[in-house]
């Protein structure tokens, strides 16, 4: 292989996990400030790293036999046009990223958008139906713990109850799930459509595994069973049935946590940071965590300002709602960015216009009502 070829494949690894190789310079850095010594061992949050892995693993599988793609793809031929299929696409998105996580939602559901619109003639809703999805993904995963990964994360850490958090997250999400139903009525028409009709056969025996497999990580996730059980079930499950998998997990996604509960140990050593910090977070922890997505993204903004208080009511609710905005105030946008991208090339400057329309739009109306909601 050429130095050329190898450097092409470095940059390309590099833009992938634009994130992850962040958070490593970062973590880096705060190192030589603070000197590696046996209290890095506690900046991890091990019950967080092992619930991620298990979820993303068996939700790999699952998509490999193609178990959500056959699943949409069945709702959406329910409906005979477009505002109808629109919405559907939208809530199997929405729904989807409470099971599987938000990136996963939209990995697995947006080539399902593109599949349903091109084929049927309405590529003109395409940047409105992405957009969407992308809002749906980031919005719908805030319900439940492991719908979002700053979720597992926070959920482990303050030791919430079930029922506590999803009383923090119904009514965002009730707001959320009516503004998006809102925009799909209001922005497409209800044209009438038809969609091919291809035949794919799941097996039975592996769905009926990867779903006991599912049903398990959720377990673990509801401190129904100790972690370190998972780690040991699932891996060995798919070491036989699906080897691919385990390949397929996004480690990426997993060294960046890493990184960031190091760069977030770290800063929360350092006196400066921990006052300014600190004193912030006493004056708005909801709007200071909610603008700090909006710049360094909702994860590490959940790692990091969770070192700084113990408010973690409306930490969770601003790292949530913040995840709309900026392209880079979700990982998950970025996805979407780059899937939409791949297909109309030509249209960078106007997808980000429309983007930035419509997710500072929820953006500032999901914000005003959190506020509302601490008045009552």
Same mark, same amino acid.
């Given at each position: 292989?050429?130095?050329?070829?190898?450097?092409?494949?470095?940059?390309?690894?590099?833009?992938?996990?634009?994130?992850?190789?962040?958070? #490593?310079? $970062?973590?880096?850095?705060?190192?030589? *400030?603070?000197? &590696?010594?046996?209290?890095?061992?506690?900046?991890?949050?091990?019950?967080?790293?092992?619930?991620?892995?298990?979820?993303?693993?068996?939700?790999?599988?699952?998509?490999?036999? !193609?178990? %959500?793609?056959?699943?949409?793809? =069945?709702?959406?031929?329910? %409906?005979?046009?477009?505002?109808?299929?629109?919405?559907?696409?939208?809530?199997?998105? #929405?729904?989807?990223?409470?099971?599987?996580?938000?990136?996963?939602?939209?990995?697995?559901? $947006?080539?399902?958008?593109?599949?349903?619109?091109?084929?049927?003639?309405?590529? =003109?809703?395409?940047?409105?139906?992405?957009?969407?999805?992308?809002?749906?993904?980031?919005?719908?995963?805030?319900?439940?713990?492991?719908?979002?990964?700053?979720?597992?994360? /926070?959920?482990?850490?303050?030791?919430?109850?079930?029922?506590?958090?999803?009383?923090?997250?119904?009514?965002?999400?009730?707001?959320?799930?009516?503004?998006?139903?809102?925009?799909? &009525?209001?922005? +497409? =028409?209800?044209?009438?459509?038809?969609?091919?009709?291809?035949? +794919?056969?799941?097996?039975?025996? !592996?769905?009926?595994?990867?779903?006991?497999?599912?049903? /398990?990580?959720?377990?673990?996730?509801? !401190?129904? *069973?100790?972690?370190?059980?998972?780690?040991?079930?699932?891996?060995?499950?798919?070491?036989?049935?699906? !080897?691919?998998?385990?390949?397929? +997990?996004?480690?990426?996604?997993?060294?960046?946590?890493?990184? #960031?509960?190091?760069? @977030?140990?770290?800063?929360?050593?350092?006196?400066?940071?921990?006052?300014?910090?600190?004193?912030?977070?006493?004056?708005?922890?909801?709007?200071?965590?909610?603008?700090?997505?909006?710049?360094?993204?909702?994860?590490?903004? @959940?790692?990091?300002?969770?070192?700084?208080?113990?408010?973690?009511?409306?930490?969770?609710?601003?790292?949530?709602?913040?995840?709309?905005?900026?392209?880079?105030?979700?990982?998950?946008?970025?996805?979407? %960015?780059?899937?939409?991208?791949?297909?109309?090339?030509?249209?960078?400057?106007?997808?980000?216009?429309?983007?930035? +329309?419509?997710?500072?739009?929820?953006?500032?109306?999901?914000?005003?009502?959190?506020?509302?909601?601490?008045?009552?």
């Amino acid at each position: 292989m050429s130095e050329q070829s190898m450097g092409s494949r470095a940059l390309g690894l590099v833009k992938k996990n634009a994130v992850c190789c962040i958070a #490593f310079v $970062l973590a880096l850095i705060t190192c030589f *400030i603070i000197p &590696i010594d046996k209290e890095y061992l506690g900046y991890f949050d091990y019950k967080t790293l092992t619930c991620l892995f298990c979820v993303l693993a068996v939700v790999c599988a699952l998509k490999n036999i !193609r178990f %959500f793609y056959i699943l949409a793809k =069945k709702v959406v031929r329910l %409906f005979k046009n477009a505002r109808m299929s629109v919405l559907a696409l939208v809530y199997i998105t #929405f729904i989807g990223s409470m099971l599987i996580a938000n990136d996963m939602a939209l990995l697995t559901f $947006l080539p399902l958008g593109y599949f349903v619109l091109t084929t049927t003639g309405k590529e =003109k809703y395409m940047a409105f139906v992405f957009i969407m999805q992308n809002i749906a993904a980031n919005l719908g995963g805030m319900l439940t713990p492991f719908g979002n990964p700053q979720n597992l994360y /926070l959920y482990s850490k303050y030791e919430i109850d079930n029922l506590e958090f999803m009383g923090i997250m119904a009514p965002p999400f009730v707001v959320s799930v009516l503004l998006i139903t809102l925009c799909c &009525i209001v922005f +497409v =028409k209800p044209e009438p459509l038809e969609l091919d009709d291809e035949k +794919v056969q799941l097996s039975i025996p !592996r769905t009926a595994a990867y779903l006991g497999l599912f049903a /398990l990580s959720i377990v673990i996730v509801f !401190r129904g *069973i100790p972690y370190w059980i998972g780690l040991i079930i699932i891996p060995i499950a798919l070491l036989f049935m699906d !080897r691919k998998a385990l390949l397929d +997990v996004d480690y990426g996604l997993l060294l960046t946590f890493v990184f #960031f509960f190091i760069f @977030a140990g770290n800063m929360a050593r350092i006196d400066v940071v921990r006052s300014l910090f600190s004193s912030l977070l006493d004056k708005s922890t909801l709007l200071f965590s909610t603008v700090s997505c909006q710049f360094i993204s909702n994860v590490p903004s @959940a790692i990091l300002l969770s070192q700084f208080t113990s408010n973690y009511r409306d930490l969770l609710v601003g790292v949530n709602i913040g995840g709309v905005g900026t392209l880079i105030a979700s990982l998950a946008s970025l996805i979407t %960015f780059r899937e939409y991208i791949k297909h109309n090339p030509g249209r960078t400057l106007y997808y980000v216009a429309k983007f930035s +329309v419509f997710n500072f739009g929820f953006l500032v109306i999901l914000l005003l009502f959190s506020f509302a909601m601490k008045l009552f």
